[in-house]
Structure formats: C-alpha cells, structure tokens
C-alpha cells in the first residue's frame, strides 16, 4: 500500500511539473522574427516582437544585411527601425529603403537586434530574405536615374501651439517625361529645423507614375510601404503632390528658430526627365495622420475627384469626429496664415535633374560600408 502511494504522488509530482512548465509567461522584451523582401534598387523588412515591458524607454530594432555580389565583392546595410509597442505590449513595424541599385548577381544574409534606449540590447534573430538571391543583371531592372535635392525656406514666425498639426506637403512639375509614360520616385526623404528641439523628421516615400491610359490624377496612400501613389496623365499638371507628412505638434514647440530644409533623393525610371519641386507648411487645429483620411488633392488641375482652384497636396477630407471638412481647422502658422491658404505659401522652386548611372557591380547608399 505503502509503495502504492508513493508512485501516486510522484506521477502528480511529475503532472504538476509539467503544469507549470507550460504556465511560464511568454519571453519578455523579444524580437519573434525579421524578413526582408530585397529588391534591385532597395527592400522592404518587417520586424515582430512581444513583451516590452520596461517603463519608461523607447524601442527599436537594428539590423545588419550583408549583400554579396557574384564578384565576391560584399557591402553592410546597417540601420534601425523605431518600434511602438500596442495595449498589450507586442510589436510590428514595416519600413521600405532605398538601396543600390545593383546591377549583378547578389545574395543577402543578416541579422536584427532588439535594443532599448538606455543601451539594454536583448535577443538576436537571422533575418529571413525572400527571395535569397537576386539577378540585377543586363536581363534584370535598370538602375534608375536618381539625384540627391534639398530646397530650404524658412517659417513665418508664429507661434505653434502643441496639440495642432503642421502639415508639410511638396509638389513638382516636369519635363521630358515620354509619350510611353515614365515613373518618378521620391525617397529617403527628411524635414530639418529647430523649435525647442532639433527635429529630424522621416517623411513617407513616393512614387507618381506619368501613364498614358490615365485621363485624369488620383493619389493614395500605401500603408504596408508608407509610400505615397500618385497616377497623372502623361501630360501632367503645374503642380504634381510629391508627398506629405501630417507632424503633431508637441507641447512647448513655440516657433522654429531659422530655416527648414526638405531633403530627398529623386529618380526616375528613363533618362532626360527634370523636375522642379517646392513645399509649403500649414497648420491645422484638427487633423488626423491616417492619410487616405485626408482624400490629398493630386494635382492643381485635372483632378479625377476634386474640381476646385485648390492647390495640389490641400487635404480635402472630412473630420470624422466634427463632420467638417479639415480645410475648416487651418489657421496661420508654418508657412501659412490661415484662411484659404490650406497648404501654406510655397518655399522657392528647386530643379533637379536625375542622372542616369554608368555600369557599377553595386553602388552603396547612403548607410552602406564596405567590408
């Protein structure tokens, strides 16, 4: 009877023990996986992760891809991904770049690094890149026709108060766009000024496609890329939207102290294409920065859903939460002064003109080493 027993309350011993193996919490503060999708002339990652638990940081994931040609010849990709937990806890970002481009056989490996900002660095994970080689070669894309510009103009002085939103938005015109269509992309893209605070401000890409069957101009945005899409007749319009950025304006930002520069990188899909590009900046008591919310003004004229004089790049959208449209909220401030002035005056005009690259195995950009 004895022995009986005592085999009873081992097999509980070991039935409890499994029990509470299985009821551990999930691992805290950890990357779950990364993959990368690369293309010849940049890559898209997405990054996942659970449990970040630690008040009082903020997130992100760095990451390494290395790329090697059919030469032997090898560069690094290094750069992060701000992270911003949900309600309970977990993590999912997705960020396109612009890369290369590469004009041979190339294959990737890399890794991404969970890190917090106290210098805390938790678990690594292989990135997984689909597919695991690419042909960029003389059968593969072209490399496009690109050019770094910058365009500064300066704020009109008053003060911005914290809990409205600046809305900076760009437009161009161009030229030698042909008869088949061309495609003009805007990337790597930045807003530059000081208020309380330097800010360094990412803007959503784009990408505008000049195509012959378009009759009429229409934008959207591409939230799984953060890109801008914009579609214009080949003939397009004297104001094109470029792309735009909805900033909330933190408490204590007062004015901006100088100038604003607006960088980015411009290229193109054939040779021979110029564009002229400037910005402008308004502020709005009321906005949002779901931006297919704000149904963006595509072009000054020609455009498939708003027949008004509005400028390219006016949000012609409705507050959900008022039932007024958002053109109700703007007041002066930025580059604006209220009124009828939904995208704030425009900064000076800068040209640009793409050059088109001579053959190269794989050019860095601009957070590329060689290793």
């Known amino acids: ?203 959503p890409n784009a990408q505008i496609t000049f195509s012959p069957s378009a009759s009429c101009a229409t934008t959207s945005f591409d939230s799984i890329t953060n890109t801008w899409m914009t579609t214009v007749p080949v003939s397009g319009s004297d104001e094109i939207f470029l792309s735009g950025l909805a900033f909330p304006v933190p408490a204590g930002f007062g004015k901006v102290n100088g100038n604003a520069v607006w960088s980015g990188t411009f290229s193109s899909s054939t040779n021979g294409i110029s564009m002229q590009w400037k910005w402008g900046a308004a502020v709005y008591t009321t906005f949002t920065t779901d931006y297919n919310g704000l149904n963006v003004k595509p072009t000054h004229s020609n455009s498939c859903s708003f027949n008004n004089s509005d400028h390219a790049g006016t949000p012609e959208g409705t507050d959900s939460g008022s039932g007024k449209l958002f053109k109700a909220f703007v007041i002066g401030g930025a580059r604006g002064g209220g009124g009828s002035n939904f995208t704030g005056s425009w900064s000076g005009t800068v040209s640009v003109s793409p050059a088109c690259p001579t053959s190269a195995i794989f050019r860095k950009p601009r957070n590329a080493h060689k290793v």
Do not use: E, H
């Not at 081992?10 to 691992?27: C, D, E, H, K, Y």
């Not at 300066?154 to 911005?160: D, P, R, V």
């Open 1 to 203: 009877m004895q022995q009986k027993v005592v085999k009873i309350l081992t097999a509980l011993t070991f039935v409890f023990a499994i029990l509470t193996v299985g009821a551990r919490p999930a691992s805290a503060n950890q990357i779950n996986s990364a993959s990368v999708t690369p293309q010849c002339n940049g890559y898209t990652i997405t990054v996942s992760g659970q449990n970040l638990d630690i008040a009082g940081v903020t997130w992100s994931v760095n990451y390494t891809i290395l790329v090697t040609a059919s030469d032997g010849s090898t560069f690094s990709i290094n750069d992060s991904i701000p992270l911003f937990p949900d309600a309970n806890l977990n993590f999912s970002a997705t960020v396109t770049k612009a890369a290369g481009p590469a004009t041979t056989s190339i294959s990737f490996s890399g890794t991404a690094t969970l890190v917090d900002s106290n210098g805390d660095t938790f678990n690594t994970v292989d990135i997984v890149f689909t597919p695991a080689n690419l042909n960029c070669g003389p059968q593969g894309p072209p490399p496009p026709c690109a050019a770094q510009s910058s365009n500064t103009s300066n704020f009109n002085g008053t003060a911005i108060n914290g809990g409205t939103f600046i809305w900076f938005n760009a437009n161009f015109t161009a030229s030698g766009v042909p008869s088949s269509g061309a495609t003009v992309n805007f990337t790597n893209s930045t807003i530059q000024f000081t208020a309380d605070q330097s800010y360094n401000l990412a803007v």
